[in-house]
């Protein structure tokens, strides 16, 4: 299963991104082992090792792989992790990102085809903001 998360409103994006993380955490239990990932600061390399089939004993994985469309060296990687994520029960990847702009956002057009839950988070209107406060 795969959320896509992005948006200028990081403030809310985080927050939902907690929410997942502990919803997971308390559906999985024991078996629960958490992977995060940012793309502008470490090698995406290892996300294809994460997206391997793991054994019929292994449990259930979370991966958070943070601006992973954006950062478009490593775009392939993603792209592969996120077609082996699609199909597989025991792994869930969340995408977070920020605002996105040009390249960005055709990148994230090819890979919102895989995700199951895609999110956008905008700025809030002023008056969303003050009922919000």
């Known amino acids: 299963m795969i959320y896509l998360l992005h948006g200028p409103d990081t403030y809310q994006s985080r927050r939902k991104l907690c929410e997942i993380i502990a919803a997971y ?5 024991a078996d629960f082992s958490l992977h995060r990932l940012d793309a502008e ?3 995406l390399s290892s996300l294809k090792n994460l997206t391997q089939v793991s054994s019929l004993f ?11 469309v954006s950062c478009g060296r490593e775009f392939p990687v993603v792209r592969t992790a996120a077609e082996r994520a699609a199909g ?3 792994i869930l990847l969340v995408l ?13 057009r ?3 085809n895989f995700a199951d839950q895609t999110q956008e988070f905008k700025f809030l209107a002023p008056a969303k903001v003050r009922q919000w406060i």
């Open 25 to 29: 955490q308390s559906r999985a239990g």
């Open 58 to 68: 292994g449990g259930k994985k979370l991966i958070v792989c943070e601006r992973a």
């Open 88 to 90: 597989a029960e025991d």
């Open 41 to 43: 600061e470490d090698d």
């Open 110 to 112: 090819d890979i919102r």
């Open 96 to 108: 977070w990102e920020e605002a996105l702009t040009g390249d960005g956002l055709v990148r994230l």
